[in-house]
């Protein structure tokens, strides 16, 4: 079975550029979460899709980030513009929906450097 | 508001050591809570799930133990390898109540485990 596929897995860009992070969960998982890493920090849930409905938006800073779900399968993470405070691993993960322990896979992640 | 804290921070053993890392939660109505392994440049990596019914999990070497009345979790590993050197992250899991969601994992800060030859 396939992992979580996430793309790309690195990104250096200057401040008020814009970037994009795409995402390929677990054939079959309803629900998709977006995570944000900070360097030495544990991840944070930024937005969770069930199909292609958002589940939990509250800590995705709304005026600079935006997500995505098309046709409840991939999905894209955007952040216009980036600052400095945004560089961080974006981890992607599904989980099935209905199954009783709604277990997280995790995607490898996409280490952004905003310089 | 749900926070997990880990101690240590980091930690450095010997190899053959058994070691102890630790989790605390502020809220126990929590639902479960999972063990991660994070390597550097990696994504997250389940180790153990424990549901809380349940007190502890066991898998080869690693063994989970959840008290939620104290707040906390435990994961013990027996005979450290270099190999199991990365961060280890502890999640509680909280259900989210809506139609058809899924749950919500509150992480913590993680622990940097070092096991040198």
């Known amino acids: 079975e396939a992992g979580v596929a996430q793309s790309p897995r690195y990104k250096i860009i200057e401040k008020r550029q814009s970037v994009a992070f795409w995402c390929n969960p677990i054939s079959g998982h309803a629900t998709l979460y977006w995570y944000q890493q900070i360097l030495g920090q544990g991840p944070k849930l930024l937005i969770q899709?069930?199909?292609?409905?958002?589940?939990?938006d509250s800590q995705l800073p709304k005026d600079r980030f935006s997500a995505e779900r098309l046709k409840g399968v991939d999905s894209t993470l955007k952040i216009q513009p980036a600052k400095l405070e945004d560089s961080a691993v974006y981890l992607c993960a599904s989980s099935l929906a209905g199954s009783k322990l709604y277990e997280q896979y995790f995607g490898p992640g996409t280490r952004l450097t905003v310089t | 508001k749900q926070e997990v804290t880990q101690i240590p921070a980091a930690l450095s053993v010997p190899e053959g050591e058994n070691l102890v890392l630790n989790c605390s939660f502020t809220d126990s109505a929590i639902y479960n809570l999972q063990w991660f392994r994070q390597d550097p440049g990696k994504g997250l990596t389940s180790l153990l799930l424990?549901?809380?019914?349940?007190r502890e999990q066991t898998s080869g070497r690693l063994n989970a133990s959840l008290d939620k009345s104290s707040g906390r979790s435990t994961l013990y590993i027996a005979a450290s390898q270099p190999g199991d050197s990365a961060t280890y992250l502890c999640?509680?899991?909280?259900?989210?109540?809506?139609?058809?969601?899924?749950?919500?994992?509150?992480f913590g800060t993680g622990t940097q485990l070092k096991v040198e030859l």
């Open positions: 899709f069930q199909n292609n409905g958002v589940v939990d």
């Open positions: 999640a509680v899991i909280l259900p989210l109540i809506l139609t058809g969601g899924g749950n919500k994992l509150t």
């Open positions: 424990i549901q809380s019914s349940q």
